[in-house]
């Protein structure tokens, strides 16, 4: 009789033990509800797109630069244009303001045609 007490012992263990593991089974899957659904995948930027952004912002301030540089080239040919048609006219119609002009670009005592020829192959750079 003492041996089926020692063996209903052990299957009173075993059965415990799995009805414990089944539980906690059911513990563990209700609880922790493991997602099925897939994970979103992490946006990182990697160095090629920075570089990249950093490339188009720099083209589009070259971009500006040049728009500015070209609007400023016009508004300089617009003044030298204006500058020599006042040249000309002080030339053609009031030749002692004229030669004035050259002799004080020139910052001369005198005028001379060297200094009128000089004058005019500077300010044409």
């Not at 990697?46 to 016009?74: P, T, Y």
């Not at 617009?78 to 002009?101: C, M, N, R």
Request: hydrophobic share 35%.
């Amino acid at each position: 009789m003492a041996d089926t007490h020692k063996f209903g012992g052990k299957t009173i263990a075993i059965i415990a033990f799995i009805l414990g593991a089944a539980l906690f089974q059911l513990i563990f899957w209700t609880v922790i509800k493991p997602d099925d659904t897939p994970s979103k995948p992490t946006i990182t930027e990697c160095k090629a797109d920075s570089l990249q952004n950093v490339i188009s912002n720099l083209q589009s301030d070259i971009k500006i630069l040049e728009d500015g540089f070209d609007s400023r080239e016009h508004r300089y040919e617009d003044v030298l244009l204006d500058y020599e048609i006042g040249l000309s006219y002080l030339k053609d119609y009031h030749p002692t303001a004229y030669k004035d002009f050259h002799r004080i670009v020139g910052m001369r005592e005198r005028y001379t045609h060297e200094l009128e020829k000089e004058n005019i192959k500077n300010l044409k750079l």
